[in-house]
């Protein structure tokens, strides 16, 4: 609550007195906003969100049994209608705004007590820290990166493994629990203490944890803290237990614990999150997930919650796909993903249904047909196929399924939407010496629409005996020393060229470069920057390993991959970025190698400029390559003489209209629109839609949600955006002032103003229809103020005698300056835009 009162306090300023005491006693502010012209949604003191806000973010958190008040502390300030103080509340903005997401720290947790206490080394001649080493070389950052010799000698330790280590058997309790936005009414014990005997570890999950709106703004959330203090309460009561970690990104939240006499074994804890909302920008869905080293053996655990409704199951494949491929715990020096893990738990309401008509569901619950419903259940028939979760296996549910009942009873949705019953809450594991013991459903539980399940594991964990690990050691660097003096590294490539054709925006491609060691004793190679390069590659290039060692007359594959993304498509379609780049390939001990990569790239509209487009009548694929490259360049329109070429200029880019007028005739009763994540199969097909004009309009039967975040792409990527960068400053200074806001809009380019305005029209229009589509004025100004106002880009300047240790602790130091003051631009820009969408402007 105090960290909350903090963002009460706001700017006085003296000359706005006589104005804030009119305000007080007439009001006059709140009659004009009553009032509004052509199609403008009404915006009046009862419905505008902004007007009775009093810089008292408390009031938004639901706060219902307190004994603390919080006031601010500027008792003289008369409390104003001006729409500020809600944005200036706002600045705690929506995770994937922020870029990163919303995470939650507790300071029991054993992650916390292990940084203030521990201090990681990475020497391996330490014998207190042999104990620590595993496989996956899991170092955190700011320690000393290990030699190649170390490196090689770990992974031969990880091949010997079996010589100096004993299995301990482990007891896993993994639980999952969809509680629809409730608090903890009921005692957990049934749910988390079925056992005798008390499990090793426990881990927790929570979805839907908070579904108020605030859950998107504010990092705090009661109803966390409530579900945190049942969970310590109803721990099996044979044991002693400590928090490892916790984390929650908006209503998903994992727990995990483990018994006090493990504590000493633990190691390498982190965490991350991936919401899966739409461009990253909301964490409504998504998963968290909490990795560490218990003596010689790496846990992950993750806790999801997928994309939902019946038809989705498509996107719940995606959702999986990014979190399995963007989680990365990156407090090592080399950043760990889920699969580098010895076993690994998947949990959560994957939201898988039963494809058969809800009355057969039904009627084969009743009968206990279970079998019979498995056999059409979407994760089941999924898992079978290798299309998703490949590698994983998951228990026979015994049990009825876990969704969707009427609140407080065993009865199955009676609602309108009667939703067919599923086993939408999963556990699912990967792993050597795995063995589960039991998978069992809660029903007795009823305060949600979801059931709780838990699942009891028995796993089988490395315990390392320190004696026949110092034999181990001591023989291979004996082994070691002797290569070292008889061999030198030699490699084989398979090819020095890649060549790539008609690469596309959003469309990746791959060639595969195979490293042969033809020598006879182990080697490590890298890719390295080249002279004056901060990078190994160009940014729309990547290498897959980028790093790594070979044993003698092994192989190593390497994906090189082109992906052209938002950040270099403007730069490639103005000629800036010439699609060619050399792969240094650095040896260990020997020579250097060199390949080759070029492509190919077709210039997309996606990164084009405005003032290109409006130019273009055609698609863009048929005008050349060297006439776009011209009209790209900065003032190509003024060239323009319309009365002598006979031509005309678009009001708007033909794309931008395009994907708006297929949202106005699909899109404006969508609900959760611009809050859902598209398909991306389908945003290519309207990338080829705009760029080839085959076919002329965006086909009726695309997707609405796939086509508004190719709407928001679009915006996204435009070379120069809606606002130009040299605007930029002054819209953030004139944010709080309508009629400054005007002014500047009024003094764009035509072709900037034009598209804003349109823009804002259509936006005003979503919002005439918001009790359908469920969009608000404060979401669409947040998002659009994120996409049409960015700020200029800045040259990174590089300071190469500067150490990595002390260059981190600079990023570290930087990026908390940074944003207070990222979320003070945040929400200027969105008070920006909110002028236009709840006015009718006229310029």
């Not at 915006?43 to 004994?67: A, C, E, G, Q, R």
């Not at 034009?754 to 005439?768: D, I, Q, T």
């Amino acid at each position: 609550q105090t960290q909350s009162a903090a963002f009460g306090e706001i700017a006085t300023f003296s000359w706005l007195d006589p104005f804030r005491l009119q305000c007080t006693q007439g009001n006059p502010v709140s009659s004009r906003l009553s009032t509004s012209s052509g199609n403008a949604p009404a915006i009046n003191s009862n419905d505008n969100p902004f007007s009775v806000d009093t810089f008292d973010p408390l009031k938004h958190m639901n706060l219902t049994s307190t004994d603390v008040k919080v006031t601010t502390s500027d008792e003289k300030v008369s409390r104003t209608t001006w729409f500020e103080d809600d944005f200036a509340s706002m600045s705690l903005k929506p995770p994937g705004m922020q870029g990163g997401a919303q995470k939650s720290r507790s300071r029991e947790s054993l992650d916390k007590i292990l940084d203030d206490t521990e201090s990681f080394t990475d020497s391996l001649d330490s014998s207190d820290r042999h104990s620590g080493i595993s496989p996956h070389m899991e170092l955190p950052i700011g320690t000393r990166p290990p030699t190649s010799r170390e490196k090689i000698v770990r992974q031969i330790l990880a091949d010997r493994e079996d010589e100096y280590t004993d299995q301990t058997t482990f007891r896993v309790f993994c639980g999952s629990w969809n509680v629809n936005g409730q608090s903890p009414d009921e005692p957990l014990h049934k749910w988390m203490v079925v056992d005798n005997e008390p499990p090793d570890i426990y881990a927790i999950c929570f979805q839907e944890l908070d579904l108020s709106k605030e859950a998107f703004i504010f990092t705090d959330s009661t109803k966390e803290t409530e579900w945190q203090a049942s969970v310590k309460a109803y721990l099996h009561p044979k044991a002693t237990y400590r928090k490892v970690k916790s984390i929650r990104l908006i209503g998903v939240l994992l727990i995990l614990y483990i018994q006090e006499k493990h504590v000493p074994y633990v190691k390498f804890i982190d965490s991350d999150s991936v919401p899966t909302g739409i461009m990253g920008f909301l964490g409504n869905k998504g998963g968290v997930s909490i990795r560490m080293t218990l003596h010689n053996t790496s846990l992950c655990f993750v806790n999801c919650h997928l994309a939902a409704h019946q038809n989705e199951y498509e996107r719940r494949i995606q959702d999986f796909q990014d979190i399995l491929s963007k989680t990365s715990f990156k407090q090592f020096n080399q950043a760990l993903s889920i699969p580098e893990h010895d076993a690994i738990f998947w949990i959560g309401d994957m939201n898988f249904r039963i494809d058969l008509p809800n009355d057969d569901v039904r009627v084969c619950i009743r009968q206990g047909k279970l079998k019979k419903l498995l056999e059409h259940d979407q994760l089941t028939k999924l898992m079978a196929s290798d299309e998703v979760f490949k590698g994983f296996e998951e228990g026979v549910p015994q049990f009825e399924p876990t969704y969707k009942f009427d609140p407080g009873t065993d009865k199955y949705d009676s609602s309108d939407k009667n939703r067919i019953p599923a086993w939408c809450d999963r556990i699912l594991w990967q792993g050597y010496g795995i063995q589960q013991l039991r998978y069992d459903s809660h029903p007795h539980l009823k305060n949600s629409d979801h059931k709780p399940v838990s699942a009891l594991f028995n796993t089988k964990i490395h315990v390392i005996d320190q004696k026949r690990y110092k034999l181990v050691y001591e023989d291979i660097m004996k082994k070691m020393d002797r290569q070292e003096n008889d061999y030198l590294p030699q490699i084989k490539l398979d090819k020095t060229e890649c060549v790539f054709n008609d690469v596309k925006f959003i469309e990746p491609q791959t060639t595969v470069v195979t490293i042969a060691n033809v020598g006879q004793r182990s080697v490590e190679f890298q890719f390295i920057n080249k002279l004056d390069d901060t990078t190994y590659c160009r940014p729309w290039l990547k290498a897959i390993p980028n790093h790594a060692s070979i044993l003698a007359g092994h192989c190593c594959e390497v994906s090189v991959e082109v992906y052209v993304d938002k950040s270099s498509v403007a730069l490639l379609n103005a000629g800036e970025e010439k699609m060619e780049d050399i792969l240094v390939l650095h040896l260990t001990g020997g020579k250097d190698s060199f390949i080759t990569v070029s492509g190919n790239y077709l210039i997309s509209s996606f990164g084009s400029s405005i003032e290109a487009l409006v130019q273009l009548h055609g698609p863009i694929r048929e005008v050349p390559v060297a006439e776009l490259i011209e009209i790209e360049q900065p003032g190509s329109l003024s060239k323009v003489d319309i009365a002598q070429d006979g031509g005309r200029l678009y009001m708007v880019p033909k794309e931008i209209w395009k994907m708006i007028d297929f949202l106005h005739q699909n899109g404006l009763d969508q609900e959760g629109l611009f809050q859902h994540s598209g398909r991306t199969s389908e945003i290519q097909m309207i990338r080829d839609c705009l760029d080839t004009g085959r076919p002329e309009h965006i086909p009726a039967e695309m997707h609405v949600h796939s086509v508004a975040e190719a709407l928001l792409l679009f915006l996204e990527c435009l070379a120069q955006p809606v606002i130009p960068f040299e605007y930029y400053n002054q819209c953030l200074t004139s944010s709080n002032n309508l009629l400054l806001s005007k002014q500047i809009v009024s003094s764009l380019p035509d072709c900037h103003k034009n598209a804003f305005l349109y823009l804002c029209c259509f936006l005003r229009e979503l919002l005439l229809h918001s009790e359908k589509n469920g969009v608000d004025i404060k979401m669409l100004s947040t998002l659009f103020g994120a996409l049409m106002l960015r700020p200029p880009p800045k040259t990174k300047a590089a300071n190469p005698t500067a150490s990595s240790s002390s260059s981190a602790k600079a990023r570290d130091s930087s990026a908390k300056e940074r944003r207070p003051r990222m979320r003070d631009e945040d929400a200027k820009k969105a008070a920006f835009v909110y002028h236009f969408l709840s006015h009718e402007i006229e310029l």
